[in-house]
């Protein structure tokens, strides 16, 4: 079995928009179901990332149906899509695991709003 160089180039991969712990994303993705390629759509926190390069992945996690469900995605598979920001959120940690074990309200996280001050530090 032989292994496209190019497909593993990082420099070659497709630009994901940046995000962060803590924001809400709506990452579509491809599948295969009885060799019909489909698309599907999942919203949710990003409550961790992993690694750098090639090898990156984040887990997302949403609410459905009253239970919580995690998803892992690799950061640069071609089945992803896309990966939109949805909210941007402020916290305080690297690893958001402690909203598994919470629930309504307690699972809210504080929406990070831009002042005039935050953009021209960024602009500096």
Not at 68 to 95: C, D, N, W
């Amino acid at each position: 079995m032989s292994i496209d160089i190019s497909m593993l180039d990082p420099n070659v991969t497709k630009k994901v928009e940046e995000f962060s712990v803590g924001d809400t994303v709506r990452v579509s993705f491809k599948f295969k179901e009885d060799n019909v390629e489909k698309s599907q759509v999942f919203e949710g926190v990003v409550i961790a990332k992993h690694s750098k390069g090639m090898n990156a992945t984040f887990t997302v996690r949403k609410i459905s149906y009253g239970v919580g469900v995690e998803r892992i995605f690799p950061l640069y598979s071609p089945t992803i899509e896309s990966v939109t920001v949805v909210k941007k959120s402020k916290v305080r940690r690297a690893k958001l695991y402690y909203l598994r074990h919470k629930v309504g309200k307690e699972a809210k996280i504080e929406e990070f709003k831009e002042t005039k001050e935050t953009k021209e530090v960024k602009n500096i």
